[in-house]
């Protein structure tokens, strides 16, 4: 976290006990900064708690002790002293965005995010602030405003591999597939040995149709780390959208090989065994799947597909009313219980559900046209 500490002009000296000399901030900074290179963590921390407690005016002492806490892992104590340093200089950008990654860090992200902006509002050209904005705004699944931050990130620094991955994946959520491949090109450039870099570039170019060139990456994956389990599971899904169902089926049951009790896994082999026509394949692994991890909505929706493949509409209506409780917003479920209802003679129940289903259905499309407005007034921010 230090890596990022950038230098603020302090001249201020403060008083020490008779017989001490005078230290500045610096020289301070520098003792401490000597402790932590020799693994002295909670020596650098008496140094800055001292040296605070002697000059309680210094917002810089209060930022650097708690940049050592957060270090330790104290994060409520180390937000106290972010707290403190704002309080005595409010345009301390420093300290604001220490405050904003220390409650991330702690899952505190709707306090956290306000002083990560305001930490981009007072030093508009720092790489660091913009990149871990974008970053935050990422996780909240706010992909415009993500986007718009790391476009600057990666403006004032483009070798930074971390904004390019992450612009990509903003970009990707967007839907503007085209942008987003350049941006993990640029990662992958930076850094060949990232694997997350790699798989995030992979799956792009899946989502862009492109499993041929997928597959080459998640293959230079495999190359360095064979155990990679994210990246074979990804080279097998493109190797179901390239229609090789065997060599699909192939990397799913590797990946059960190594690790048996990942239930995607379980899942992913059976979507290719049921488009291979082995139905009680298929509907064997996805009763596997679910034992594992009940919490996959798409592994009901397939089961209860598989079901009435099969003529049994009961556990088609379970199966798919299990994935429309997983997944509120599951249209392809509401609309196949639908008509599993339909045949088994519940035509108001069906109705409900058809009507549901094209609700959900007119939301998802309106929430997309959202975001696609608020991307282009994004863009013209730029």
Not at 177 to 191: C, F, K, S
């Amino acid at each position: 976290m230090r890596s990022i500490y950038a230098v603020v002009a302090v001249s201020a000296l403060f008083a020490r006990a008779p017989g001490e000399r005078v230290e500045s901030v610096e020289q301070v900074e520098a003792r401490a900064r000597a402790l932590i290179a020799k693994g002295d963590d909670a020596g650098a921390l008496a140094v800055y708690e001292k040296a605070a407690a002697q000059a309680p005016g210094s917002a810089r002492l209060q930022d650097d002790a708690g940049f050592v806490l957060a270090g330790l892992e104290r994060f409520p104590e180390a937000a106290a002293k972010f707290r403190r340093a704002i309080a005595l200089d409010p345009k301390f950008a420093l300290a604001r965005y220490h405050l904003g990654v220390t409650c991330w860090l702690s899952k505190e992200y709707l306090l956290g995010l306000p002083e990560l902006k305001a930490a981009v509002e007072l030093e508009p050209k720092s790489y660091e602030y913009r990149y871990h904005l974008g970053v935050a705004f990422n996780e909240l699944g706010r992909y415009p405003e993500a986007r718009d931050q790391l476009k600057a990130a990666t403006a004032l620094d483009p070798s930074g591999a971390d904004a390019w991955a992450n612009f990509g994946l903003a970009l990707q959520r967007l839907g503007d597939l085209p942008q987003a491949l350049n941006a993990y090109r640029r990662a992958v450039d930076l850094e060949p040995a990232n694997a997350a870099y790699r798989n995030g570039y992979g799956i792009t170019l899946v989502k862009a149709r492109q499993g041929g060139q997928a597959i080459e990456q998640f293959r230079k994956v495999l190359e360095a780390s064979p155990a990679d389990n994210t990246a074979r599971l990804n080279m097998g899904f493109a190797y179901l959208q390239n229609g090789d169902l065997e060599m699909a089926e192939r990397q799913f049951r590797d990946v059960i090989a190594r690790d048996p009790g990942l239930g995607i896994a379980h899942y992913d082999l059976a979507v290719a065994l049921k488009q291979k026509d082995d139905i009680e394949g298929a509907q064997a692994e996805l009763k596997k799947a679910i034992e594992l991890d009940p919490g996959i909505p798409e592994a009901h929706y397939t089961l209860g597909l598989v079901y009435w493949q099969a003529g049994d509409f009961d556990q088609t209506a379970a199966e798919m009313r299990l994935a429309i409780a997983l997944r509120p917003d599951y249209a392809e479920a509401y609309v196949t219980l639908g008509q599993a209802l339909r045949i088994k003679g519940d035509l108001e129940g069906s109705k409900a559900a058809f009507a549901q289903g094209a609700k959900v259905r007119a939301k998802a499309e309106e929430d997309e046209a959202d975001m696609l407005k608020k991307g282009m007034a994004g863009d013209k921010k730029q």
